[in-house]
Structure formats: C-alpha cells, structure tokens
C-alpha cells in the first residue's frame, strides 16, 4: 500500500510561483506511474500533468503546458509539480496520485492565486 503526502500549496500573486511536492511511503516509487490533479470549487477533478515510471516520459494539459513541470525523484520516492506564471484559475486544491494496477491519491493541498 503506498501513502501520499502534498506539500508545498498556499497563498500566491498571480505570476508568481509554487512548487509542490508529494512524499510517498509504504513502497518504492520507482514501479509507479505518477501524475497532478486539481480540483476547484463546483468542478470535476482534471489531470494536469503526469510522468512515468523512470521519468523519461510527460505529459500535460493544455492549461498548463509550458507553465507547470511534473518531476520525480525515485531515490527519494518524491514527486514534484513547478508551477509557474500562476493565474487565478489555477486556484484549487491539487492531489498527487500514483498508480499501479490502483489508483493512490493524496489529501490535497489548496492553492489559491489572488492578489
């Protein structure tokens, strides 16, 4: 059983920056593939960028594309999402999920871009 922990969400300015990490426990990350979620008020959960196992590989929604960068580090069974030039429709709450035969969410962390 693998176990997510989000980190890294909080208050910030449009333009500005986060980045959010997400600490997996219980088994090795390295057999996983990995992806961002977020999630606003009122709206369906939308994939945002995903990665596979050995890193080689990503991808992203068109929303985010050239803005956001999904990185992983196995050694450290870390994930990361980079999120630049954020704007007030990135405001949501963002889960990191991995999978193998199942789906693993984390809790959440709320990020909310206003000035």
């Known amino acids: 059983q693998l176990q997510l922990v989000e980190s890294g969400g909080g208050l910030v300015q449009p333009g500005g920056s986060l980045r959010l990490s997400c600490a997996t426990s219980?088994?090795?990350?390295?057999?996983?593939?990995v992806g961002w979620f977020r999630q606003a008020p009122g709206k369906e959960r939308e994939p945002l960028a995903c990665?596979?196992?050995?890193?080689?590989?990503?991808n992203y929604a068109d929303s985010v594309k050239g803005r956001f960068t999904i990185s992983r580090d196995n050694a450290k069974n870390m994930m990361y999402l980079q999120m630049n030039s954020l704007k007030p429709e990135d405001t949501a709450v963002y889960y990191c999920r991995a999978t193998m035969r199942a789906n693993y969410w984390g809790q959440g962390t709320q990020v909310t871009v206003s000035s």
């Open positions: 990665i596979s196992s050995s890193g080689a590989s990503t």
């Open positions: 219980g088994r090795g990350l390295h057999d996983y593939g």
